[in-house]
C-alpha cells in the first residue's frame, strides 16, 4: 500500500507570495492533519480534516488554511508568506481520526526569502 | 487541554547499550499516548501507542514503553541500541475519545556512539 505522499517535497518562496502544499492519504484513510515542524517551535498542529470538514484547528493566524476533496486529499495554502513561515510541512492520514494513529508523509521543506 | 513534556533534548549512549526517553504529560481526562521516531529529511514514524488495557506497550524495533498514570509519565526504552537508532524520538497525547487534536513534545535527539 502507498504511504502519504507529500508535494511539492522543496519549496522556495518570496516574502509576501501564497503558496499551497498537497497531500495525497494513504488509499482508505479519511482523515488528513497538517503540522508545522520547526526548530525553535517543534511539531505544531495547524488542521485536521475528516470526509472535507475541519474538525479541529491549531493557533495560527488566518493566512494558513486548509482544504479536502472528496477523495480525501487535502491542500494547505499560506497567504503573504512571511519569513517565520519558513518550516517542513507534515501531513498526517489516519484511517478516521488522528487521536488514534497517524501515518506521517515526508513533509514540504518551504523556505522564505 | 493537554501537555506533553520531554525533558532530555540530547541523549548520547554507546552502542549496545540501554537507552531511556522520558516524556510526562499532563491533563485532567483519560489520554491516549504515542511515540513517534523521525530519521533524517524524512516524516515521522508511528513507534508504540496506548490506548487503553496493558499498561507495558511494546513497540516496533524492540522499543517499549510504560504507561505510568501515577506519575503521569510514558517512558520510552530499549534494552540495547543500534547505530540504526540514532534519530528523534517524539511523545505525544491526545484526549481520549473524538476528534482531539494531538500534541507533540519537543522531541529528545538520541545519538548512538559507536
Known amino acids: 500500500k502507498a504511504g502519504v505522499t507529500q508535494t511539492p517535497r522543496y519549496l522556495i518562496k518570496t516574502r509576501g507570495q501564497q503558496v499551497t502544499l498537497s497531500c495525497s492519504p494513504i488509499s482508505g484513510h479519511r482523515s488528513v492533519s497538517w503540522y508545522q515542524q520547526t526548530p525553535g517551535q517543534g511539531l505544531q498542529f495547524l488542521f485536521e480534516y475528516f470526509s472535507e470538514t475541519q474538525r479541529n484547528k491549531g493557533n495560527f493566524p488566518g493566512r494558513f488554511s486548509g482544504r479536502q476533496f472528496s477523495n480525501s486529499r487535502s491542500e494547505m495554502n499560506v497567504s503573504t508568506l512571511e519569513l517565520g513561515d519558513s518550516a517542513l510541512y507534515l501531513c498526517?492520514?489516519?484511517?478516521?481520526?488522528?487521536?488514534?494513529?497517524?501515518?506521517f508523509g515526508p513533509g514540504t521543506r518551504l523556505t522564505v526569502t | 487541554a493537554q501537555s506533553v513534556t520531554q525533558l532530555d533534548s540530547q541523549v548520547p549512549v554507546f552502542e549496545e547499550a540501554p537507552v531511556e526517553l522520558r516524556c510526562n504529560y499532563s491533563s485532567s481526562v483519560s489520554v491516549y499516548l504515542f511515540w513517534y521516531v523521525q530519521y533524517p529529511n524524512q516524516g515521522l514514524q508511528l513507534l508504540l501507542k496506548?490506548?487503553?488495557?496493558?499498561?507495558l506497550v511494546k513497540g516496533i524495533n524492540g522499543f517499549e514503553a510504560e504507561f505510568n498514570k501515577s506519575q503521569t509519565s510514558f517512558h520510552l526504552r530499549k534494552p540495547s541500541v543500534h547505530i540504526s537508532d540514532t534519530a528523534e524520538y517524539f511523545c505525544a497525547v491526545t484526549e481520549a475519545g473524538g476528534y482531539q487534536k494531538v500534541t507533540f513534545g519537543t522531541g529528545t535527539k538520541l545519538q548512538v556512539i559507536p
Open positions: 496506548y490506548l487503553s488495557g496493558s499498561t
Open positions: 498526517a492520514s489516519s484511517l478516521v481520526q488522528s487521536s488514534y494513529e497517524q501515518y
